[in-house]
Structure formats: C-alpha cells, structure tokens
C-alpha cells in the first residue's frame, strides 16, 4: 500500500482505508474555486450595478458572503466538496471520517488566512508538508482531513479461461498478486504482461504469452472457476 | 470460501445496500417517506463481509468495493442531524451569553486591552490633538472633521437618501464582520494577530474620539456612535477574547498534545465567533439604518444609546444564568 493510505478503524471493527489528498490536487481544487468566485463576483457587479446604490450594498453583502462562507457553505450542504474539490473528486471530512460540521468547516475555512501568510498559502503549504496527513494550519485546528473521494472503478471483466490448480502452493500474499494481476491485464500493454509473466517462469516453467495464459488459470481456478 | 461463490452469495445485497446509500446521499433534507429501515443492519453485513474479505485476501477490485460501500455507509450512519432554526434560537437565548462568562477570563483581557487603548489615546490625543496625525493621513483628518462637522453634517443628511443607508449597510458588514473574523483567526499566531488587532482598532476609534471631542464635535459625534457602539465595540472585544483564547491554546496546551489542545481551543471558541457575527450584524444594521438618521432628536439617541450598552452588559451577565448551571 501507497503511504497516502490510512487505516481508519471505525465502531464495527473494521479498518477502511482512506486515501489522503495531497497538495496538488488541492492546489488545483482551490484554483477552480478561486476563478469560480472571482468569475461569480465579476458577473454579479455587472449584474447589481443595474441596481444602483441598493445593487451596491448587495453586491457588498454577497461578496462578503462568498469571501467567508462560500467554502464552508459547499462543505457542510454538499457532502464535504466545493466545485473545485468536486472537480478533482477529493472531499473535506472530520478526522474520523465523518461528514464535516458547521464549526469544524468555519474553523478550517477561517483560519485560511494564517495558511495565507506571509503570502500565497505558504505557511498552509509548509504545514501541509510538515505532518503525514497533508493538513494545512485550518484542518489541524478543525480537526479535517481533505480525502479522494473515489469513483469505483468499472468492475474488471474476468477472461473466459479454463483453470488450472497452482502447481505449488501459494501464500495469501502470493494468491492476491495472481487475482491483481488479472483485474489489472487490460490496463497493461502485451508486451508488459509477458514481461511480468516471464518473472514466474522458475516455477510455472512457461514463457510469454503461455506464461500470461498460465496464470489468468491460476487466478481463475483461485477465485472458484472450474 | 472461493471469492465467486462469496460474490455470488453476496451480490444482491450489496447491490440493495448501494442502492439505500444512493437515495440517502441524494436527499438535500431528510425526506420522511425514504424507507431507511434496515440500513445500520446491512452496513454491519458489509462490514462483516469486508473484513471477511480482507482476511482471505479476496481480490483487490472486490476489497475496493467493499471499502469504499462501508465508507459511504459509515459516513451516512454517522452524520449528524441538526435542526438550525433551533439551534440559533438556542444559541442566542443560552449559548453565546453562557459562552462569554465561561471564557470571561480571555473577555476581560480583550476587552482590557481594547477598551483601555481606545479611552487612552482618546486622552491623549484630547490634550494633544497632533497625535491624530500619527494615526491617520491628513486626507483622512479632514473627512471625517468634515463628517462631523456640525455645520456640514446637516447639509449631507439631507443628501442622503434610503439608497445610502442601504449601500452602508452592506459595506459595514462586509467591512466590520470581516475584521471581527480576521482577529479571530490571527489569533491563532500565538494570540499576537488578535493582540495587534485590539489595539489597532482601539487606538484608531480612540484617536478620533479624543480629537473630535476636543474640536467640541460632541453633539454631533456621541449620539452616532453609542448605538451601535454597544454592539460593535463589544463584538470586536468578543472576537478578540476568541483570537486569544485560540493562541493560548496553542501556546499552553496543558496536559493534551499541542494538536489535541488547538482543536480543543478552537472548538470552544466557536461560539464566541458565532456570537461576534450576531452582534455585529446588528451593528452594521444600528449603524446604517438608526444612527444616520437625521429625524431622531439626540436626546432620543443618547437615550436609545444607553440602552442598548445596557441591554448588551445584562444580557452577558444575566442571560442563561439558570441554564448554564
């Protein structure tokens, strides 16, 4: 496992494992809220200014809004994501994995102006780097975990083949190698598959594409195919 | 147990289980008519199901998926329902006023520090009024001397219209909210942010009072300022004590982990940041729309003034007094 994984052991006793967003992706989400709210704030003036001095004093309003409240509005109603974070599908939630409340959102989103200091979230960006869980200054006062909120992939089609039992016995570790070998084979290239396959050949006795063929019978006949 | 017999077993109910969390994610509020029953039972299943399924080193695409189905479900069984109307009454009622005397320690200091720098420079600056200039530009000096003016000012009330009033409004509250919140969070630099912030703002009002009051603007200065000074020189004071209260507990964690002991600090000074944006939202409504007005007689001011300082002082002192015991 990568070590942006954490073991997260909840009330049932079971470990689900959460997958921590780093810097980048967050730099990136916090760029498309940042062109959202300037595009939104630029939109609204020229919308108000019809208005006059009252389209003006709601102008002032809702920037003042958007300026505190727009991230933590999103991450309390809309499952812990603003567009920017929905974008890069990564998502805010409380330590233990919860969906964030309003002071732990408003904590975190405040305190963004000590993660600005001296300039340009360096401070956040320092901190981030600082401790295993990517937190900026705001999510370590908050309590908050910035999170991939992952998509589940397309289920893997299983190859149609016949099984074979291995031909020695293989450890747990060893079995689940085989079984990810299979569900990975259609993101990999022929020639990288036989060249992982060829790695086996002191103990299946098989070469290149018999190699490969080899062990989706192995994985199949391990995963309870006939 | 082979995996494809466990999947085939267990295919349906998960699929039923993917379904519930689909409808449950999707309900902006909680819709009384969605049948949840039997939700915490089958995320028990697919925790069970999980486990069994990591212990026997299924494949990974199946780990995955039940991982990530216990997530979901895990983050739905545990969200919490809060009714917010309830709350803010509550909140105003017991909350804030309970808050202010639980913190009173980290309240008297701000309030020390700001309202002792604003009644000091206002001193001093009335004995010297050149001290002004060290606060402010002289552009400054003479807009507000003008503003203040007793022969100018009733010229400019009469110019100002309800569209004024509005377009104050909405500047103050994005200008004077967003100070209270800034002093808050600079608190968190060990209290120093929160520190400079008070006696920045209190020897900014300080000045001006002191040399206004020395010009003898007195009639025309007090009677706009004690309204809504009740709320808004008490709600920057409040969100100074949060800003400290936030570094002490960075700076003296106690017998928690400097982590633990931040997260602890700021989580008890939250509601003294909801009760800042309260208070000053009535300021900036006091401030745009009453103490402008040029139709109300001072006396009626002053009047309306002292009670309001002393409405706010009874109400963090007396406010919730049988509650928060």
């Known amino acids: 496992m990568l070590d942006t994984y954490r073991k997260l052991e909840t009330p049932e006793n079971i470990d689900l494992d959460i997958h921590i967003a780093g810097p980048l992706v967050r730099i990136l989400a916090f760029t498309i809220d940042s062109l959202i709210r300037f595009g939104v704030q630029i939109g609204l003036l020229i919308a108000l200014a019809i208005l006059g001095k009252v389209g003006m004093a709601l102008w002032l309003i809702l920037t003042f809004v958007m300026e505190w409240f727009y991230p933590v509005l999103f991450e309390v109603l809309n499952h812990g994501q603003t567009p920017g974070k929905k974008a890069m599908g990564i998502a805010v939630v409380n330590d233990d994995s919860t969906p964030v409340s309003w002071s732990a959102s408003i904590v975190r989103n405040f305190l963004r102006i000590v993660d600005f200091l001296p300039m340009g979230y360096i401070t956040g960006l320092v901190s981030m780097t600082l401790n295993k869980d990517f937190k900026r200054i705001g999510d370590l006062a908050a309590g908050t975990v910035v999170i991939y909120r992952e998509k589940q992939n397309k289920a893997p089609t299983w190859p149609a083949s016949t099984s074979a039992p291995p031909p020695v016995a293989l450890n747990l570790k060893q079995q689940r190698a085989m079984l990810s070998f299979v569900e990975r084979q259609n993101t990999l290239t022929r020639e990288r598959q036989q060249e992982l396959a060829n790695h086996l050949q002191p103990v299946f006795q098989h070469q290149n594409q018999d190699a490969v063929n080899y062990i989706v019978r192995v994985a199949t006949w391990l995963r309870g195919g006939q | ?325």
């Open chain 2, 1 to 325: 147990m082979k995996q494809e017999l466990f999947e085939q077993n267990n295919a349906q109910q998960w699929q039923r289980f993917e379904t519930k969390l689909e409808t449950l994610e999707s309900l902006r509020r909680k819709d009384k008519s969605t049948d949840v029953s039997g939700f915490a039972e089958q995320y028990r299943q697919v925790c069970h199901h999980l486990a069994l399924a990591q212990e026997r080193q299924y494949s990974p695409y199946l780990i995955d998926r039940l991982n990530q189905l216990a997530l979901r479900g895990h983050q739905q069984l545990y969200r919490s329902h809060t009714n917010i109307l309830y709350n803010i009454v509550y909140f105003i009622l017991v909350g804030f006023p309970a808050a202010v005397r639980r913190e009173i320690i980290f309240v008297s200091i701000a309030s020390g520090l700001f309202f002792g720098s604003l009644l000091l420079m206002a001193v001093l600056t009335y004995f010297n009024p050149s001290l002004v200039y060290s606060v402010y530009p002289e552009e400054n000096v003479m807009d507000f001397t003008e503003m203040y003016d007793p022969a100018s000012k009733a010229r400019m009330e009469q110019s100002r219209t309800a569209a004024d009033d509005f377009t104050m409004f909405g500047f103050y509250i994005k200008n004077n909210i967003g100070i209270g919140f800034q002093t808050f969070a600079s608190g968190f630099l060990l209290g120093a942010g929160a520190i400079f912030n008070l006696l920045f703002n209190g020897i900014a009002i300080g000045a001006v009072m002191g040399y206004l009051t020395e010009l003898g603007y007195t009639d025309t200065f007090f009677p706009f300022v004690i309204g809504h000074g009740a709320f808004e020189l008490t709600g920057i004071a409040i969100a100074g004590a949060a800003g400290l209260k936030l570094g002490y507990g960075l700076l003296c964690p106690g017998r928690l982990s400097r982590k633990q002991s931040l997260i602890q600090a700021a989580r008890e000074a939250m509601p003294l940041v909801y009760g800042v944006f309260f208070m000053l939202l009535i300021a900036a409504f006091i401030e745009a729309f009453w103490s402008s007005s040029s139709y109300l007689s001072i006396t009626a001011k002053y009047t309306a003034g002292a009670s309001f300082w002393l409405l706010v002082l009874s109400y963090f002192a007396l406010g919730a007094r049988r509650g928060s015991q």
